[in-house]
């Protein structure tokens, strides 16, 4: 057994104990001496995204598939590096690359693409909520919402930025959708109810607040 193998089990020992930063340090040094196996770059990137070091993980794959071009697991790898960075339009592109090469895992790593991504919008949506900026936030909801249209709590956040921006017919529309997605939503029905009464709709209006108290055990809205 030469030095570079011993070295490469001796990585592959540590990172199987969870031992990632000695594994690192072996495998690069395994790479000095043969750096052009594509696997070895492939569990050095494994090690490196067990330390957190996401755009590091990005590298080593493109290194690796110099290598190795039509590798699906190093794809697969690349864009889970860039989905950890938040960079979903980057991670989708490996994926789809991933998936032309017939990985059948591909389509199952797209979704959590496209759900990470539904969630980074409406995180990025209540922020400007909270700053009173509805114009954006509404617009960040409408994307997350494209993405993800079974998020309640987008739906009932959209819907209460465009009953702000005196959109109550439209925020209706929203609050109704949210409720279909959950019933029980407590908010859902106590916005619906603020947005019939601006529209004049009274009686709507108090059935859904009723509603919405009744949900809550009895309690009115803080």
Not at 23 to 39: D, R
Not at 119 to 136: I, K, P, V
Not at 156 to 181: D, H, P, W, Y
């Amino acid at each position: 057994m030469n030095d570079a193998q011993e070295l490469y089990e001796k990585a592959a020992n540590l990172a199987a104990s969870g031992r990632h930063e000695e594994a690192v340090a072996c495998y690069e040094t395994v790479l000095k001496i043969n750096p052009h196996n594509s696997h070895i770059w492939f569990n050095l990137a494994l090690s490196i995204g067990n330390l957190g070091r996401h755009q590091d993980v990005v590298k080593c794959c493109e290194s690796a598939l110099k290598i190795h071009p039509t590798s699906s697991p190093l794809w697969i790898l690349k864009g889970l590096g860039f989905l950890s960075m938040e960079q979903f339009h980057e991670a989708m592109a490996c994926f789809q690359e991933s998936e032309k090469l017939g990985d059948t895992s591909a389509g199952g790593h797209m979704a959590r693409c496209r759900l990470a991504q539904a969630e980074w919008y409406f995180r990025l949506g209540s922020r400007y909520q909270q700053e009173g900026n509805n114009t954006e936030a509404n617009a960040c909801y409408e994307k997350g919402l494209a993405l993800d249209p079974s998020k309640t709590v987008i739906w009932v956040n959209k819907g209460a930025a465009l009953l702000a921006l005196k959109c109550a017919s439209e925020a209706v529309a929203c609050f109704e959708r949210a409720i279909k997605l959950d019933p029980r939503d407590s908010g859902a029905w106590n916005n619906k109810g603020i947005a019939l009464m601006s529209l004049g709709k009274r009686e709507d209006g108090f059935a859904c607040l009723s509603e919405a108290i009744r949900l809550r055990g009895g309690k009115q809205e803080q």
